[in-house]
């Protein structure tokens, strides 16, 4: 009986570490052009990213870093593009060490709500972000599913 209380005591510490922890994922931010991709992203160890194929998921945070000056193309995260998200601060990037902070509640319901990156300048430039509902699948919410 009390190695059964003992791991059932572990087994809840660990669950809400789980609960409770979020991992933070950082985004280097580069180039504004006014082709697709539009813009440049890599990670942390300088590997490229393509935000087209990137999962973002429900209850994390990911830090969006300008590696270079975005003159005339700031980028922003929306909602739609044109529309900041209550989801982001710090942004439009427009100089070099700027910061975006998204931090995508665990509630978020991609089946019903979008993230998108954008210039402010030119919102013809944007992407959409795919979301992965918290313990969920990835989810796109653009009109071809």
Do not use: K, N, Q, R
């Given at each position: 009986m009390r190695y059964?209380?003992?791991?059932?005591?572990?087994?809840?510490?660990?669950?809400a570490q789980s609960l409770f922890s979020q991992s933070i994922e950082h985004i280097y931010v580069s180039g504004g052009q006014t082709s697709s991709p539009y813009y440049t992203f890599s990670d942390a160890n300088g590997s490229d990213l393509d935000l087209a194929q990137h999962e973002f998921h429900a209850g994390?945070?990911?830090y969006f870093i300008a590696t270079q000056g975005f003159n005339p193309h700031p980028f922003e995260i929306g909602s739609a593009p044109g529309t900041p998200s209550q989801y982001s601060s710090g942004g439009p990037l427009s100089s070099v060490g700027d910061e975006l902070v998204l931090n995508i509640p665990a509630d978020f319901d991609p089946y019903s709500?979008?993230?998108y990156f954008y210039c402010t300048a030119h919102t013809s430039m944007s992407g959409q972000?795919?979301?992965?509902?918290?313990?969920?699948?990835?989810h796109n919410n653009d009109n071809d599913g």
């Open positions: 059964l209380s003992s791991l059932i005591a572990s087994l809840s510490i660990l669950t994390e945070t990911y709500s979008s993230l972000l795919t979301v992965v509902a918290s313990g969920g699948s990835a």
